[in-house]
């Protein structure tokens, strides 16, 4: 089994702002737990245990959950990309001699998934490509482009978004590839993947890159309704029958009333105050009989009145 991995942690996750104003988005918290360390418990789980984090929009939020990987049975690395974020092939191709094997795992760092990663490999062994993405029927091709696969898994063309996507597959963000396929990007050079690298060596090498369709589940975080979702989901999986509530040193005073919200790390809620299905980020206070609902709450400066902003779960609750 492969036991390298890169986790794609990067990215500056704007659709999910202000979130990710407050913390980089895999290290936001998934029913109590930031979805990296999720992540890493799940590789770990399969064997995968020696991994790589890019690093680039608030990269302490992602350390300070991680740090070298220890407690979850892991080693952990880290590649840097200051000044500027070097994109889905960029980000590898700098970190590749980090990683230090020819083949590994990549792994996005802002999608939930079950899959089983050995029958990826074995796939990936038989047919001898350079890459092989994990793939599930695109069902929402009105929200995800597509991949496009002939009877053979080998790529054929990725879809925008929209009608042309209808049929395809979508991917899970989940890889395996030789590492030499970054080779024709230089170091520090920002480049993309999927409609760049990839498009270019499978245009070159017909075959070198191809799908892996599969019955996984996968929770894409890709908005601050998706993250509802995805933390409704997950804590029902827990048990538990709404979404979670609190995060690490939580101070609730007795006669307030939350209820279905998230609450991150070090949140203050005052007496006789009302939070109904909000999002309060690390640090939020809430003052006495202040009243919010259906709202993202991230600190005021210097602690004062939380900003607020509004947002859709998703459907009536």
Not at 45 to 72: A, I, K
Not at 74 to 103: D, K
Request: charged share 25%; hydrophobic share 40%; net charge neutral.
């Amino acid at each position: 089994m492969i036991r390298h991995a890169l986790v794609l942690t990067a990215g500056l996750g704007t659709r999910l702002r202000p979130l990710t104003d407050v913390r980089a988005k895999p290290a936001i918290p998934v029913a109590g737990e930031p979805m990296i360390r999720r992540i890493i418990r799940w590789l770990v789980s399969q064997g995968v245990d020696d991994l790589v984090l890019n690093l680039h929009h608030l990269p302490e939020t992602l350390t300070s959950v991680v740090g070298d990987g220890r407690d979850l049975g892991a080693r952990v690395r880290y590649s840097w990309e200051q000044p500027r974020i070097l994109g889905s092939a960029g980000g590898p191709r700098l970190a590749r001699a980090l990683v230090g094997a020819g083949t590994f795992f990549i792994i996005n760092g802002d999608t939930l998934t079950d899959m089983d990663l050995s029958k990826l490999a074995d796939a990936h062994a038989e047919s001898r490509a350079l890459v092989t993405l994990a793939l599930v029927p695109n069902r929402e091709f009105t929200r995800y482009g597509g991949v496009r696969l002939d009877g053979e898994r080998r790529l054929v063309g990725f879809s925008p978004r929209g009608a042309a996507s209808a049929g395809t597959f979508h991917y899970i963000g989940v890889q395996i590839v030789d590492g030499a396929v970054f080779d024709r990007v230089a170091p520090g050079e920002a480049a993309n993947s999927i409609g760049g690298v990839y498009d270019a060596i499978s245009s070159a090498q017909p075959g070198s890159v191809r799908g892996f369709p599969c019955d996984a589940d996968f929770w894409d975080v890709g908005t601050t309704a998706d993250y509802w979702r995805t933390s409704d989901a997950f804590a029902a999986a827990k048990g538990e029958p709404a979404i979670p509530g609190a995060g690490r040193g939580p101070r609730i005073a007795p006669s307030a009333r939350v209820t279905r919200s998230i609450l991150w790390d070090d949140v203050d809620v005052g007496a006789e105050a009302v939070i109904e299905e909000c999002i309060l980020t690390d640090g939020v206070r809430i003052a006495a009989r202040a009243t919010y609902r259906r709202a993202v709450l991230v600190r005021g400066a210097d602690g004062d009145e939380p900003i607020a902003s509004p947002f859709d779960t998703g459907g009536d609750r």
